[in-house]
């Protein structure tokens, strides 16, 4: 692949979106075109997997200008997961906005291929100041997607949460730049292969790029910055909580493990902070999760403790780490995407994700209750799913670098995990739909979940909920099936996506090719 | 100095008002602060030492550094187009002072057929921010 086509993974969801919007509202030109240009992005990051196979990076300096001037972008084997995930993940969500109609408004194609242009140029860019505009094009869209719905249907809760994150991202993007201002006042550059290895040399430099991390780990939800996330992801609408939450934190995720590994050079100084804070992240995390009680808040409250994990790949910084790392972050978006997707999807046939309100959807939807214990058990990290595979190296890892304490936390907060997915398990889908609700609380034999749940206000809601014939269609379940089926195929063949990783950490610990890159294009 | 004054101060009066419980108050903390970076970033071009890049300068040494001001450019666009949006977002709804996420149990969660009246001031909001966020990427 031809280093100069790096761009239009950027360009060509741009200049579309602003295309679908001049050509006005035509609902199935609007699909068509989002989904060949989604496809195309998949198709651009399945290429250049196989590029990167043996290792190597790709880079082009856009305009030919020299490097410091030209707007940069590379990509190697992380990036290029990363991309087909990314990919996959917005491609899956799309079509359950549409099947569940939340994509019915004119701006949803146009607000997604924006939001493409922005998650593809961050994955993509060199530059920590095109990084900033890159994640800035990537959360604009997310804005307006955020209360985004099909004309007035939108509740008022979601303005509210949409205050917070619009709020809270503007914070931490002035954060970033102002982080980025004191990289170029320190360092003169702003260009990653030129900053590379620099903060390791110079104290001035590592605590400019330590505000640009400390900006992404907020965006990333790391413990103690990680409260928003399970306030404001709730409140949206199902469809739009599964794309970001593969999308958003996932990137700033990425973006953590690019810095530290090129312009820290991996230094082991400052990492027994990461192994501290990222342990905490775990364990708060899951606990807040058990203290939920609507599906979704579990969900997200949990993503907490899982991006724990994942960030402790670059925290341990060996070759062993950033593998079983990236094999987490990559599992970790599918599978989370799978659960909100399935749990989404009750959501939006019954109206309410709240645990207690929509009963026995067992024995109603049993193909989403499959869907939802496929996605979970992988979560929890339980074999054959690749959930199984993402812990035992991360936890192999972590021995493998003196981290006991690391590990025992990690097989100490998988069983957390278990009883709090056992608690969306139980509350949604065990339990017997009953006429008359009251009687679930005097029942002893149900779950300790269910005395929660009092609400008089949703039992006339449950009560009109008695048809046996499944409610979702194959079309809105198939989103999350998919998902789940992918879970399947990489606990199964875990050694391949392992081996991709392993480059791609290969990649992180020789930064040599990424600079040489760089500095070349 | 000058610069890192007027940064520091900035910084101050717009934390004094970021924790201010207002929606309003908060946007213009957030203009403040987004001030007070811009001006880093100038500062980040050592302008301590250099002179106007226009008009007078015969080294190039001593000209401003440019690179800053490009920051400066995109970034005072960004803050600009999110501050609208926020300001969008403090007028839309009925109570233009909540920040706070009214915990998920509550009623609309359980029945969202029962908020449509309430959400009747909403469709006003889709058309006015949708193409604001829009446009700002493609530009």
């Known amino acids: 692949m031809i280093a100069s086509t790096l761009p239009l993974f950027v360009a060509l969801p741009l200049i579309t979106a602003g295309l679908l919007i001049v050509f006005g509202d035509r609902p199935l030109l609007h699909r068509l075109t989002l989904f060949t240009i ?3 992005s998949l198709l651009g990051g399945i290429v250049l997997i196989l590029e990167f196979v043996d290792g190597g990076a790709l880079a082009h300096g856009v305009g030919m200008w020299p490097v410091g001037i030209a707007i940069p972008f590379v990509a190697d084997m992380f990036t290029a997961l990363m991309l087909v995930v990314t990919g996959t993940l917005t491609i899956v969500c799309a079509a359950f906005a549409y099947v569940s109609q939340q994509g019915s ?15 593809n140029g961050a994955l993509l860019t060199a530059d920590l100041f095109n990084l900033f505009v ?19 249907k939108a509740p008022l809760r979601r303005i509210a949460g949409a205050r917070l994150y619009v709020t809270l991202n503007l914070l931490t993007s002035t954060i970033f730049l102002v982080g980025v201002g004191f990289v170029y006042g320190t360092a003169g550059t702003v260009n990653m292969a030129e900053l590379a290895g620099l903060a390791k040399e110079n104290g001035a430099v590592a605590f400019a790029v330590a505000l640009c991390l400390f900006a992404l780990s907020i965006k990333a939800a790391a413990v103690p910055v990680h409260g928003w996330l399970a306030r404001a992801y709730p409140t949206t609408s199902p469809a739009i909580t599964a794309l970001f939450s593969g999308l958003h934190t996932k990137v700033a995720i990425y973006g953590i493990y690019r810095i530290y590994a090129v312009i820290f050079d991996g230094d082991a100084t400052y990492l027994w902070v990461g192994v501290l804070l990222f342990c905490l992240t775990m364990v708060l995390g ?26 402790l790949g670059v925290a341990l910084f060996t070759e062993l780490g950033l593998t079983a790392g990236i094999f987490y972050l990559l599992h970790h978006m599918i599978v989370k995407a799978s659960l909100f997707l399935s749990t989404g999807a009750i959501e939006v046939r019954y109206g309410s994700g709240q645990l207690g309100s929509v009963t026995g959807m067992l024995k109603k939807e049993p193909w989403i209750a499959a869907t939802f214990f496929i996605a979970a058990l992988s979560l929890a990290g339980i074999p054959p799913f690749s959930g199984f595979v993402a812990k035992l190296s991360l936890i192999m890892a972590s021995i493998d670098a003196g981290q006991v304490a690391a590990a025992v936390v990690m097989v100490l907060v998988s069983l957390v995990t278990l009883l709090s997915m056992l608690k969306i398990w139980s509350g949604v889908f065990w339990t017997k739909h009953k006429a008359n609700p009251s009687l679930d609380d005097a029942d002893p034999t149900t779950f300790a979940a269910i005395p929660a749940l009092e609400t008089p206000s949703s039992d006339s809601d449950t009560a009109t909920v008695v048809a046996t014939r499944p409610r979702i269609g194959l079309a809105l379940a198939a989103p999350s099936m998919v998902l789940a089926l992918i879970t399947i195929c990489l606990g199964l063949g875990g050694e391949l996506l392992l081996g991709l990783a392993e480059t791609a950490a290969a990649g992180l610990l020789d930064t040599s090719f990424y600079i040489q890159a760089v500095m070349g294009s | 100095m000058t610069l890192a ?33 811009n001006l880093i970033i100038m500062a980040a071009g050592n302008s301590s030492r250099r002179e106007e890049p226009f008009g007078t300068f015969t080294d190039l040494t001593n000209a401003a550094d440019p690179l800053p001001q490009a920051f400066v450019l995109t970034a005072i666009v960004i803050a600009f187009s999110i501050t609208v949006l926020m300001l969008v977002l403090a007028v839309t709804g009925k109570n233009d002072d909540n920040t706070s996420v009214s915990p998920p149990t509550d009623a609309d969660d359980a029945a969202p057929q029962a908020t449509d009246d309430a959400a009747a001031t909403t469709p006003g909001d889709d058309a006015a921010t949708a193409p604001t966020t829009t446009q700002e990427p493609t530009s």
């Open chain 1, 105 to 119: 408004n004119r701006f949803f194609a146009p607000l997604i291929l924006a939001l493409t242009a922005g998650v």
């Open chain 1, 134 to 152: 890159f994640i800035e094009v990537m959360l604009l869209p997310s804005y307006a997607l955020f209360f985004l719905a099909p004309s007035g």
């Open chain 1, 38 to 40: 989604l496809g195309a």
């Open chain 1, 286 to 311: 899951v606990f807040g999760a058990v203290g939920e009680n609507t599906t979704r808040s579990i969900l997200a409250f949990h993503m907490v403790s899982q991006i724990g994990y994942i960030l």
């Open chain 2, 5 to 37: 004054i007027t940064a520091g101060i900035l910084v101050a009066g717009a934390v004094y008002l970021l924790l201010k419980p207002e929606m309003l108050r908060i946007i213009l903390g957030f203009v403040l602060l987004s001030h007070a970076a």
